[in-house]
């Protein structure tokens, strides 16, 4: 079923009650508020962990309507011919939503990921299923549509997340995982991008998301470059899928460490001269550079002072207005420099582009992993180089180096 604000059928009585929340499936005790209303005489609790799909409560129904299937008739078309690994990959999920089971896909960044999914998602939408495409990130359920809609010309597919307001049909839907709040036994198949940039840890409930709004017989596709137990588990040990190369068929570069502590200079408002030394040396091959810092203020302070000695400079975070337009300028060429935070980790393709990622000791390997998966993601442009700037050899620094020399022996982790 569909949950919907005005929509004609009773579903719940009340979207809250005996601490639980019948919309998005929460039942932590924490996560729930009660106040006295004094203008309805009674107390009322409501809750916090789908507030921002507007508010579920002990005192309001909850309205929605049935799930509705319907076969279409759809088709894509792609500019290339997927390589022999892809396409055994492809089968592999064509298989797992033909038998109603889960898939892990472990790829490595630059694999054709979506690509590998399209025939999937054909055989779902001719056989009346419904599928959603889901990342934990906006910006990669952005990018990810704009390739749908170029290969699937003419279906429609409705994209969803926070703000966006319209009517979906929800049947081929691309959207954030919190959009799933509203749907329960709905979706027959559910691809999972970028699954590893989940914030499980903090939020053990978006799997549970998941897990509610596919239907009973539901195929889950789990597609990520660094995968966990967890996600092996949920797939099953023999519907693991693994590709190590990507697609162009090139090796994954390898990061270069350069040991400077860059938060001293930075604090004292200088440029860390190593950090000078790599800039001046990309701009002068002609190429653009993506710099990640682990913070917002220290990127600022760095934007503040590189700004005086580099004009094609912008900086990004996730709660800046103009990102996305800085992004375009990026991709456009009109900018050499773009300062970011984690939120360009994935998801994002820049052609000549190098990667330096400032005080790399404070980054864990799977976001080191995506960050290095930036680079030489196309043919003409297959390689790029890596600099991680740090002072301290951590874990996560041994761990991305080691993972991407096994990926190029054709290993994986699993
Ligand atoms: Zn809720």
């Known amino acids: 079923m569909i949950l919907k604000h005005g929509a004609p059928d009773l579903m719940f009585k009340a979207g809250v009650k005996d601490n639980r929340c019948f919309r998005c499936g929460n039942r932590e005790k924490d996560l729930f508020y009660t106040y006295y209303s004094s203008y309805d005489e009674t107390d009322i609790t409501y809750c916090l962990h789908c507030i921002a799909l507007g508010r579920s409560d002990s005192l309001n129904p909850l309205y929605g309507y049935e799930t509705v299937r319907q076969r279409d008739n759809i088709d894509y078309a792609l500019d290339f011919e997927l390589n022999d690994v892809q396409q055994a990959a492809s089968t592999r999920l064509l298989d797992a939503i033909k038998n109603n089971h889960n898939l892990l896909l472990y790829a490595?960044?630059?694999?054709?990921?979506?690509?590998?999914?399209?025939?999937?998602?054909?055989?779902?939408?001719?056989?009346?299923?419904?599928?959603?495409?889901?990342?934990?990130?906006?910006?990669?359920?952005?990018?990810?549509?704009?390739?749908l809609a170029d290969a699937f010309k003419g279906v429609?597919?409705?994209?969803?997340?926070?703000?966006?307001?319209?009517v979906f049909s929800h049947m081929f839907t691309v959207c954030t995982v919190h959009q799933l709040f509203n749907c329960i036994d709905h979706y027959d198949v559910i691809i999972i991008d970028e699954v590893d940039?989940?914030?499980?840890?903090?939020?053990?409930?978006?799997?549970?998301?998941v897990k509610r709004a596919a239907a009973e017989d539901a195929s889950i596709i789990l597609m990520t470059a660094t995968p966990t137990a967890e996600m092996k588990?949920?797939?099953?040990?023999d519907n693991v899928v693994t590709i190590a190369r990507r697609y162009h068929g090139y090796d994954l570069a390898l990061p270069k460490v350069i040991w400077q502590n860059s938060s001293k200079y930075i604090k004292k408002k200088r440029i860390p001269p190593k950090l000078t030394e790599l800039l001046d040396n990309i701009i002068k091959a002609g190429r653009k550079v993506l710099v990640f810092f682990p913070d917002i203020t220290m990127m600022k302070t760095a934007a503040e002072i590189l700004k005086k000695k580099y004009s094609r400079l912008e900086s990004v975070y996730s709660g800046d207005a103009g990102r996305y337009e800085k992004v375009q300028l990026m991709r456009d060429g009109e900018l050499d420099i773009l300062l970011t935070t984690t939120i360009l980790e994935r998801?994002?393709?820049?052609?000549?582009?190098?990667?330096?990622?400032?005080?790399?000791?404070?980054?864990?390997?799977?976001?080191?992993i995506q960050i290095c998966g930036r680079v030489g993601r196309k043919p003409k442009d297959p390689t790029g180089n890596i600099s991680l700037i740090t002072d301290f050899n951590t874990s996560g620094i041994r761990g991305t180096l080691a993972a991407i020399s096994q990926f190029n022996k054709g290993r994986t982790a699993l």
């Open 197 to 209: 940039a989940f914030p499980l840890p903090e939020e053990p409930l978006l799997m549970e998301t």
């Open 156 to 166: 429609r597919i409705d994209l969803m997340y926070s703000g966006v307001k319209s």
């Open 347 to 368: 998801g994002v393709t820049f052609l000549y582009l190098d990667v330096i990622v400032i005080d790399a000791h404070r980054f864990d390997s799977a976001s080191l």
């Open 108 to 147: 490595v960044t630059g694999a054709g990921k979506t690509e590998i999914t399209f025939e999937g998602i054909k055989y779902a939408r001719n056989s009346g299923l419904n599928v959603a495409f889901v990342s934990p990130r906006i910006d990669v359920v952005k990018e990810v549509y704009l390739r």
């Open 233 to 237: 588990l949920l797939a099953g040990k």
